[in-house]
């Protein structure tokens, strides 16, 4: 795998999302923040989650899907439990994934990070295949954009405390970060 100068990742499922624009600096990609996802909640392996980011989600298909009417986010990629990554938005442009955050006093982290989205929940865990897949997409990110650090590597409840809360007490920091270095 590697990142090409368009900012895909070669050797991973591309998906064509429309829910990104430019950023406002692409040369300012200084953030890497951690996600979790799932749809319905606690729900795995349904097609739910690609549906919403690629903006065709039946909100009927659930009850608690009611409030994805109209509803328009990304992430840069997915990873699935088996381990699987799927991209839906080149990480030169600016996927929709932070919403109103902040992360050391500057705001509209989207602006100037990569959003990498978990298949799972706060308290799920998740597994060894996540894990690799997430290092080894973490150690090219870092290699292609040097302004992603370690001490620049959070998580959504980091930028957005109070407001969000993954990718939750059951994401293993130290065993995640530990293979970085």
Not at 66 to 82: E, M, N, P, W, Y
Not at 151 to 161: L, N, Y
Request: hydrophobic share 35%.
């Amino acid at each position: 795998m590697y990142i090409d100068n368009a900012g895909k990742v070669q050797g991973v499922i591309q998906r064509a999302c429309t829910h990104f624009d430019e950023r406002p600096c692409a040369e300012d990609i200084s953030l890497l923040v951690i996600h979790n996802i799932s749809l319905p909640a606690g729900h795995f392996a349904t097609p739910y989650v690609d549906d919403l980011f690629m903006g065709n989600i039946d909100c009927l298909a659930h009850p608690s899907f009611s409030d994805l009417q109209g509803l328009r986010v990304s992430a840069h990629c997915f990873i699935k439990r088996t381990g699987e990554v799927i991209q839906y938005v080149p990480f030169t442009k600016r996927a929709w994934h932070a919403g109103k955050s902040d992360f050391l006093g500057r705001e509209q982290c989207n602006d100037f990070s990569i959003g990498i989205e978990l298949e799972g929940t706060d308290v799920s865990g998740y597994t060894q295949m996540q894990y690799n897949a997430l290092q080894s997409l973490t150690k090219l990110l870092m290699n292609k954009y040097p302004a992603i650090t370690k001490k620049r590597i959070v998580g959504h409840c980091d930028i957005a405390p109070g407001r969000k809360t993954d990718p939750g007490e059951s994401f293993d920091w130290q065993h995640y970060l530990a293979a970085l270095f």
